[in-house]
């Protein structure tokens, strides 16, 4: 009998603050039953195992970074909305690194639900490029783009390969969400 109190989502949100707090590195279902104060055993009145765990916390993670976006690009318009999202877009990857890093090296797996979570993470794409009249083929194409961009970018920030670099790390990531918005013009 599942601990009153405990419910997938309380166990889920746990395991997202043990993430933020110790990294990806450190997670396990012991661990996390460590933090909740239960027998690892009991974890599994909630989850199935440590795929399902790791699915739940990506679907959240997705939900919390496409708030932010959708917050970031509310009411502004076409070039304006592509930085504003560009911005949360990064803010994001750095303020919640670990939850970012499970999140990109998540292994494609056959799960419905993070399927949808996919759909769900293209929303403030989609939203942004549906502004510039292009086709659906063309916002495919841009989305992919964008976030291969992005992605590298924060990428290679967060490795360190741009600190030889003297010139601002914000001015060269704006630089390419410019070039970006000038080509759907």
Do not use: W
């Amino acid at each position: 009998m599942p601990r009153q109190g405990l419910n997938k989502k309380a166990v889920t949100e746990a395991a997202v603050r043990l993430i933020e707090e110790k990294g990806i590195a450190s997670f396990s279902m012991n661990e996390l039953a460590r933090m909740l104060n239960i027998k690892t055993a009991s974890l599994y009145a909630h989850v199935k195992g440590m795929g399902e765990m790791l699915a739940d916390i990506n679907l959240n993670t997705i939900s919390q970074m496409v708030e932010a976006e959708m917050a970031a690009i509310e009411g502004k318009e076409k070039d304006m909305a592509l930085f504003a999202l560009a911005d949360a877009y990064r803010n994001f990857a750095k303020e919640h690194r670990q939850l970012y890093l499970l999140l990109m090296n998540n292994p494609q797996g056959d799960s419905s639900a993070l399927a949808t979570g996919a759909e769900e993470f293209s929303k403030p794409i989609r939203t942004v490029l549906s502004q510039f009249g292009i086709s659906e083929k063309e916002q495919q194409n841009y989305e992919r783009v964008l976030r291969g961009m992005m992605h590298g970018f924060v990428s290679q920030e967060e490795c360190g390969a741009f600190s030889s670099l003297s010139s601002n790390l914000n001015e060269s990531y704006f630089l390419a969400v410019r070039i970006i918005a000038e080509s759907l013009m």
